[in-house]
């Protein structure tokens, strides 16, 4: 195993890849987002100022709190959750809001020549399933949970 | 667009004019603009003067030499100012128009001096061989004659013409051409009695002068001639003028003389009378007053031989006062037709009503008491009707019937209705002497005449729009939306288009008709329309959408009508000449429109979009129209102002402005720091605002542009990008605004666009440019915005081109309320698809988007 394959470089995908948005597109258009990137395994949509710096990040466990607040609530006190409802319940309004009002604050982020290791280990200190990876204070790209996995259990199995 | 400038080659660009300082940077807009203002109406004007000509060279109107003349100065002038305002708008970049510009004219002014070419023919020609194409040769009275006998076979005396090239000849061999020419010029025509001197001296001039040998014996020969072919040998004849002008009617009728039962011997002495008829005092004042070329002056006479008319008459193949009906008129006398015509006696009338097959006939008897009648020896006496014709009908039913007949198949064979007069001989054997247009009130009526407004048990498919070029076609519909359509366009197809926008003038070679769903009848499209004679309906509304590829139609651009299939009963109409086509008049007019109309320059595309490549007068103003959008556009780019000359625009927006009048923009003129945007008068401006404010924007805040721009420089993700670039973030955003114009930028971030329109009463002059360029994604989603972005103006009208990461866009010719409309759409997606670079994911969020944004526009747009 060389240095290179410590690296996560190789894990980055290029932020031209992955979605991001800008922070007043709407819950709306995030769900549209993350519709159409499903295939490709993306799951969190990165959100950004309109100078392109990076404010936050939209993860599927937030859009579905944005989208159903009155629906979890209902659940917790044993009523039971029909479509309908879903429809009725208020959603267009949620989905009209500004993604600001639903993402996390990204807490850490990764440098292309951080190691996997660190990697997962941020990973599982901030309980999160992507990191955003910064050169020169911009965003390049992303790594996620999945490849991180991945590439440790290669390793691992070669053992 | 021609100049694909991108964004940062025009920021970067050095501005001219930078000796002038900041405050009298606004006074050097208003100027420009101001010449900006008078290029799009002379433009109008120059292209409502072409349309004009055209129409007239359409040969169903009437017009004479000097219309050509003043429509031809009025051309010239307004081009010429067109450039002159160009050339202050470009700080002269332009001066090479001028020379395409005289080249033109001289190519013009040549034409128009040059003579109504006499063709080089024999000295005489046989009537029967005569068409209505001869009308230089053989005059347009003999010529319509001759069509009679040549295209319908209907029955004529024997006869030949004496050619205007036999006048040529006898002038020439005589050589009075200059002593005529300089006489004529240097007469003053408000002078009768200098008037009267001089004709009656280039008269006497013309009567004393001899035949040429050669003429004398062709004119002999022809003579004898028609005496074999009626087997009589001191046959009289009856000597006629017909002079290439006559057919221009309003001019010369009854004019020149004619003389008849003419006997041998007088034939060559009358030929000289006629055509010193020519030169008689109203003639000549005529002829001069109008502005005729004095070396075209020239006369054909005809022979005829004389009928032995028992009766004779005039009759209109319809009735003026009922146009819209089947009537015709007949008048008829005992004798020669000569009283008839000139109302010396009591005459028969007939009304004659041709409907499904049936004739109808209304006749009131005259109380005619004397007659003209053809003198054994020679020339004409008056005698009294005998007896027994006093007050019986000249004509029976039968003859009625046949004169009518023929009225009727003359009529179709012209087009136009007419007026022609007819002699009956001994033997009962119909003649007919002269046939001509008739007269009817309304021109416009006349060469529609014969269609019906609606055929009868055919299905209309479109019932309206607004005639463009008249005529019929009949083809299958082939719609054109994209460029590969316009290269699988067949032969022959019916053009149907949503825009007559000037790309599709190289199909009007191939177009049977063309159909827009809208359009501008004085726009490049529809000149070129009618250079070409293709039937075009503008402004169906609907016609892309009714009509379907493949479908056969029939297209009746006259009464602005499209069946379904093929109308014969339309296409025998549609493809009658209009009367006066074959004048000289005419002829010179098309002459002159190959010099005015053609376009060269359809493709702004095209490396020959450039002074030197306009050949026509309206290749100039194409150009200059084009060029004329482009440098304003690009003046606004280059200009800076003072604070003193601008005003914050106070609205609930985010975005900061600055308001600049030009021209009654603004209420109240342009004191105070600060205007409100209902203070703003200025019609387009409003429009987009409304499109901009229609839907709420959901961006950011406004920024100060001190923050935004550390902002910009420090997460700036495109090495590309210019450093003049972040110098125009500190600029200011600027609005100039005019009653009738507006130019709006908006910058923010990365993203860039300026909007300019002009909206007039005058749809010609209108127009919106919109360019939208910059972004801060990744290449690929800024593609892809530029793909949203050029899907959604497209939807909604737009000419669209892309350039890298730049649209342009355009839309004009329109009438104001469409063009307020489409502003209204277009304040509305540049405020909610700038930023947008960032979600466009792949092409799944370009259609998503796509239909996001329509379905937001449709909401707000009837």
Redesign the interface.
């Known amino acids: 195993m060389t240095d290179k394959h410590d690296k996560i470089e190789d894990l980055i995908i290029p932020?031209?890849d992955y979605?991001?948005?800008?922070y007043?597109?709407?819950l709306r258009?995030a769900i549209?987002?993350l519709n159409?990137?499903y295939e490709t395994g993306h799951h969190t949509v990165l959100v950004?100022?309109?100078?392109?710096?990076l404010v936050g990040m939209l993860s599927r466990r937030n859009i579905l709190k944005g989208l159903v607040p009155k629906i979890a609530d209902q659940y917790s006190e044993g009523i039971p959750i029909f479509w309908d409802a879903l429809l009725e319940s208020g959603t267009e309004k949620q989905l009209a809001l500004?993604i600001k009002d639903f993402m996390s604050k990204v807490k850490s982020s990764m440098d292309s020549k951080d190691s996997l290791l660190k990697a997962a280990y941020i990973l599982l200190e901030e309980n999160t399933v992507v990191l955003p990876v910064m050169e020169a204070?911009?965003v390049i790209g992303v790594v996620r949970m999945d490849d991180i996995f991945h590439e440790i259990t290669n390793v691992v199995l070669k053992l | 667009m021609a100049k694909f400038l991108s964004i940062f080659d025009f920021f970067s660009k050095n501005r001219r004019n930078k000796i002038l300082n900041d405050e009298d940077e606004k006074e050097l807009f208003v100027e420009r603009y101001r010449a900006f203002r008078e290029i799009l109406k002379n433009n109008h004007q120059v292209l409502m003067t072409m349309g004009d000509m055209q129409e007239k060279a359409g040969g169903a109107y009437l017009f004479d030499k000097a219309y050509i003349r003043s429509s031809n100065s009025t051309l010239l002038s307004g081009i010429e100012k067109i450039i002159g305002q160009l050339n202050l708008l470009s700080d002269n970049r332009y001066t090479g128009l001028m020379v395409s510009f005289q080249k033109c004219m001289a190519g013009i002014q040549h034409l128009l001096e040059s003579r109504i070419s006499i063709p080089q023919t024999g000295c005489t020609k046989d009537l029967k061989k005569i068409t209505k194409g001869d009308i230089a040769s053989a005059g347009g009275k003999i010529a319509n004659l001759g069509e009679l006998a040549s295209a319908l076979d209907l029955p004529i005396p024997p006869g030949f013409v004496i050619t205007t090239w036999a006048y040529k000849s006898f002038i020439a061999f005589n050589q009075i051409q200059d002593i005529l020419v300089d006489e004529i010029k240097r007469l003053d025509i408000r002078n009768y009695d200098a008037l009267r001197a001089t004709t009656d001296k280039i008269q006497k001039k013309i009567l004393n002068s001899t035949i040429p040998p050669e003429l004398e014996n062709e004119i002999l020969d022809a003579y004898r001639a028609i005496c074999h072919v009626t087997g009589q040998d001191q046959l009289k004849v009856a000597v006629r003028s017909s002079a290439i002008h006559e057919d221009i009617r309003a001019s010369f009728a009854g004019q020149y003389i004619s003389a008849l039962n003419v006997t041998a011997d007088e034939i060559l002495d009358e030929y000289k009378s006629v055509i010193t008829s020519q030169f008689s005092p109203r003639a000549i004042f005529y002829f001069k007053d109008k502005k005729f070329n004095i070396e075209n002056m020239s006369m054909a006479v005809g022979v005829l031989a004389m009928v032995d008319a028992d009766v004779s008459g005039i009759m209109y193949s319809r009735d003026p006062a009922k146009p819209d009906e089947h009537y015709s008129l007949i008048s008829a006398v005992w004798g020669l037709g000569e009283y008839a015509v000139g109302g010396v006696v009591s005459a028969d009338y007939c009304s004659v009503l041709t409907e499904n097959g049936g004739i109808n006939i209304s006749l009131e008897c005259g109380d005619q008491k004397v007659m003209m009648v053809t003198n054994p020896e020679g020339g004409t006496d008056e005698v009294e009707v005998p007896r027994d014709k006093i007050g019986t009908p000249c004509l029976d039913n039968d003859q009625i019937k046949d004169l009518a007949a023929i009225a009727e198949k003359i009529e179709d064979h012209f087009g136009f209705p007419q007026d022609i007069e007819w002699s009956i001989d001994k033997k009962k054997r119909i003649y007919l002497l002269q046939s001509r247009p008739l007269r009817i009130a309304s021109p416009a009526l006349r060469s529609g005449m014969k269609i019906p407004t609606a055929v009868k048990g055919q299905t209309i498919l479109i019932n309206k729009g607004k005639v463009v070029c008249r005529g019929v076609g009949a083809g299958n519909v082939h719609i054109v939306r994209s460029e590969e359509d316009m290269a699988n366009f067949p032969d022959g197809g019916i053009l149907v288009i949503r825009h007559s926008h000037p790309e599709f003038a190289v199909l009007l070679k191939k177009a049977t008709a063309v159909i827009s769903d809208v359009g501008t009848p004085l726009g490049h499209l529809a000149t070129v329309a009618r250079e070409n004679n293709v039937p075009a309906i503008f402004n169906t509304e609907n016609a892309t959408k009714i009509l379907v590829n493949g479908m056969k139609v029939t297209v009746d651009a006259v009464y602005a009508n499209v069946y379904k299939g093929s109308v014969d009963e339309l296409l025998r109409q549609g493809k009658k000449e209009d009367d006066f086509s074959s004048s000289p008049v005419v002829k010179q007019l098309r002459e002159i429109l190959k010099v005015i109309t053609p376009l060269n320059l359809t493709d702004p595309r095209s490396p020959s979009f450039n002074p030197s490549g306009c050949k026509t007068l309206h290749d100039i103003t194409r150009f200059s129209h084009e060029m004329a959008m482009q440098e304003m556009f690009d003046l606004t780019k280059d200009s800076n102002f003072s604070e003193r000359s601008a005003r914050r625009l106070v609205a609930e927006f985010p975005l900061q402005w600055w308001v600049i009048d030009l021209e009654d923009g603004i209420e109240g003129g342009s004191r105070g720091k600060t205007v409100k945007i209902d203070q703003i008068v200025s019609i387009p401006m409003h429009a987009l605002w409304e499109g901009m404010i229609a839907v709420p924007w959901k961006g950011p805040p406004p920024v100060d542009t001190k923050g935004f721009l550390s902002a910009m420089l420090k997460a700036s993700m495109d090495p590309s990008i210019d450093p003049a670039v972040s110098k125009r973030f500190a600029d200011r955003n600027y609005i100039l605004v005019a009653r009738n114009f507006c130019n709006i930028s908006a910058r923010l971030g990365f993203h860039f666009s300026t909007t300019e329109t002009f909206i007039d009463e005058e749809e010609n002059q209108n127009y919106i440019s919109f360019v939208f360029t910059g972004g801060g994604a990744d290449d690929g989603r800024k593609s892809r915005r530029v793909k949203l972005l050029s899907r959604l103006l497209e939807r909604f009208d737009f000419r669209v081109t892309v350039r890298s990461h730049t649209v342009f866009a355009r839309i004009e010719g329109y009438k104001p309320a469409f063009m307020k409309e489409r502003l209204k759409v277009l304040g509305h997606i540049i405020i909610h698809t700038r930023q947008l670079d960032m979600v466009m994911y792949n092409d799944k969020m370009v259609d998503w988007y796509y239909k996001e944004i329509e379905k937001d526009i449709l909401s707000f747009f009837s």
Request: charged share 25%.
């Open positions: 932020l031209s979605p991001h948005m800008p007043w597109g709407t258009e549209a987002q159409v990137t950004f100022d309109e100078g392109y710096k500004p204070e911009k």
